[in-house]
């Protein structure tokens, strides 16, 4: 049981991070490029291999209980537990507790975005941490609750999932809180279905008619060529705008286009248009982007 009088109790700011990505515009040359360059990352775990038992499963449980009864007063959707974000924080309580503090980011220790693509397929556009050092669950919620931007954290209605990582050492429990925002996963053809109807939605906005879609033979592979090299104007892009106006661009959300493509959409000259698409991870997007290239004719 929780005792008021004990004093031992941390928590630390919280940190909460924005995963959007760059929006590169590219039209005609392909010229446009970023600075980056990555390489492709799996999306399989990679923690390491701490015995299960170390962990406070029940307390895990119990702290997710008691963050959706506080979501669920406050009107915010519950949280669903995801596996693979719990990995990576119970990663960090572990090196919290050989530590013996508290830290959203220790020396050699990868950022937070960085340890959740580690460790989870999703793809996510939001995220944050909470941790604490308490010494149960109904405490370090309690606490965790009185605090203004940990509060925030725990209530934020655009969180959808959350990884929870606690462990012991004696009579205190390092806790770890990892929320983030969840994004669906569509595969390459919806996502292309979901650009062209994008596109013919910004075309009746301008009173244009709609173009008929007729994906080109090697516009996914030029759109995944961004995606191999992190970077736009690669030399399939360039190839496809010495023929057509080609605008490549990455997105988290295939449903909505950059506002700076209205130039070029709205063209009433143009017919049809072709559409290649490349979901990948990079150093640059380590919790995946959409990789998005269109041919207009």
């Known amino acids: 049981m929780f005792k008021p009088s004990r004093l031992l109790v941390f928590v630390l700011g919280a940190g909460v991070m924005t995963l959007q990505p760059a929006v590169h515009l590219a039209a005609a040359d392909g010229s446009g490029q970023s600075a980056h360059r990555a390489t492709l990352k799996a999306a399989s775990a990679n923690a390491p291999n701490i015995p299960y038992l170390e962990y406070e499963v029940q307390v895990e449980q119990d702290l997710l209980q008691l963050a959706n009864q506080s979501r669920q007063r406050a009107g915010a959707p519950t949280l669903a537990l995801d596996t693979g974000l719990s990995a990576a924080a119970r990663t960090h309580a572990q090196a919290m507790l050989e530590a013996n503090q508290l830290s959203h980011q220790f020396t050699g220790e990868p950022t937070l975005v960085r340890r ?25 919620h309690e606490h965790l609750m009185l605090s203004p931007p940990h509060r925030a954290n725990l209530l934020n209605p655009a969180y959808n999932v959350v990884g929870l990582g606690v462990v012991r050492s004696g009579d205190r429990l390092y806790i770890v809180q990892d929320f983030a925002h969840a994004l ?3 595969s390459a053809n919806e996502v292309k279905a979901r650009v062209a109807a994008a596109v013919n939605q910004m075309r009746h906005q301008a009173r244009r008619p709609d173009l008929a879609r007729h994906d080109l033979q090697g516009v996914d592979q030029a759109a995944c060529s961004m995606a191999q090299a992190d970077k736009f104007g690669t030399s399939p892009v360039r190839q496809l705008a010495r023929r057509f106006t080609v605008l490549t661009y990455t997105s988290l959300n295939p449903n909505t286009l950059p506002v700076q493509a209205s130039h070029a ?23 995946g982007v959409h990789w998005i290239v269109l041919s207009l004719e």
């Not at 959740?116 to 604490?132: G, I, P, Y």
């Not at 049809?272 to 990948?280: D, N, P, V």
């Open 265 to 287: 959409i709205d063209s009433p000259n143009l017919r049809r248009l072709s559409i290649g698409a490349c979901y990948a991870r990079t150093d640059t997007y380590p919790t």
């Open 116 to 140: 959740l693509a580690a460790t989870s397929s999703l793809q996510l556009d939001q995220a944050a941490e909470n941790v604490a050092l308490d010494y149960t669950a109904a405490g370090g």
């Open 184 to 186: 669906p996963a569509y």
